[in-house]
């Protein structure tokens, strides 16, 4: 969406170009799966930036529907990176080797905080616009945020699952030691079939 308004604009070679050329390398970078990922926050702060000054100077996307609906479509474009850096079936292949298990609480954290600090740009810049910016969060954000929920809800289960494999060889001491260690094994095992049961559902 945002490289069709890019061309439409210059198509038509209006005013409205003026402007969004001043963004198109930060969607292009944005968009460009070569570009780290971990650098994405790099492109935030200028990116806002010149949001800001296209707000105050154009008489086009000084409209707060029209710059809702372009923030929206960063949005859609860091969630679209953030898939193509740890897309699901490989969380669920590193989640069931105990060895790649922290690869992928990484790379959750890491995609986590990518999005949460472009929504902290947004703010800070909406402070710098002295009020102008008064576009409701939710229409901003509202894919980005279920995204976010759903990152957060895999981070737990696989850490989660990081901690229930430090049961597989706990052996407990004591008088009810055989008993307590028996236990403990019965509740691994059955954590490990529900983990399984995790790994195998089809859809993503």
């Given at each position: 969406?945002?490289?069709?308004?890019?061309?439409?604009?210059?198509?038509?070679?209006?005013?409205?170009?003026?402007?969004?050329?001043?963004?198109?390398?930060?969607?292009?970078?944005?968009?460009?799966?070569?570009?780290?990922?971990?650098?994405?926050?790099?492109?935030?702060?200028?990116?806002?930036?010149?949001?800001?000054?296209?707000?105050?100077?154009?008489?086009?996307?000084?409209?707060?529907?029209?710059?809702?609906?372009?923030?929206?479509?960063?949005?859609?474009?860091?969630?679209?990176?953030?898939?193509d850096y740890i897309p699901?079936?490989?969380?669920?292949?590193?989640?069931?080797?105990?060895?790649?298990?922290?690869?992928?609480?990484?790379?959750?954290?890491?995609?986590?905080?990518?999005?949460?600090?472009?929504?902290?740009?947004?703010?800070?810049?909406?402070?710098?616009?002295?009020?102008?910016?008064?576009?409701?969060?939710?229409?901003?954000?509202?894919?980005?945020?279920?995204?976010?929920?759903?990152?957060?809800?895999?981070?737990?289960?696989?850490?989660?699952?990081?901690?229930?494999?430090?049961?597989?060889?706990?052996?407990?001491?004591?008088?009810?030691?055989?008993?307590?260690?028996?236990?403990?094994?019965?509740?691994?095992?059955?954590?490990?079939?529900?983990?399984?049961?995790?790994?195998?559902?089809?859809?993503?």
């Open positions: 969406r945002l490289q069709t308004e890019i061309a439409e604009a210059r198509r038509e070679a209006n005013e409205n170009y003026m402007y969004l050329s001043t963004l198109e390398d930060y969607f292009i970078k944005l968009m460009d799966t070569s570009f780290d990922f971990m650098k994405l926050p790099d492109l935030f702060l200028p990116l806002m930036h010149s949001l800001l000054l296209i707000y105050n100077n154009s008489n086009y996307y000084c409209a707060p529907s029209r710059m809702v609906l372009l923030i929206r479509e960063i949005c859609n474009a860091i969630i679209k990176r953030a898939l699901g079936e490989t969380v669920v292949s590193l989640m069931q080797n105990r060895d790649d298990i922290e690869t992928a609480c990484d790379k959750l954290q890491i995609t986590i905080d990518v999005c949460t600090k472009f929504k902290d740009t947004y703010f800070e810049y909406k402070a710098k616009s002295q009020g102008k910016w008064k576009f409701p969060p939710n229409a901003l954000f509202m894919n980005l945020d279920n995204f976010l929920e759903r990152c957060y809800d895999i981070l737990h289960v696989t850490s989660t699952i990081q901690q229930f494999n430090k049961l597989e060889n706990c052996k407990l001491g004591g008088t009810k030691g055989k008993y307590l260690t028996e236990s403990t094994k019965a509740v691994y095992n059955e954590f490990l079939m529900a983990a399984k049961i995790f790994g195998n559902i089809e859809y993503d």
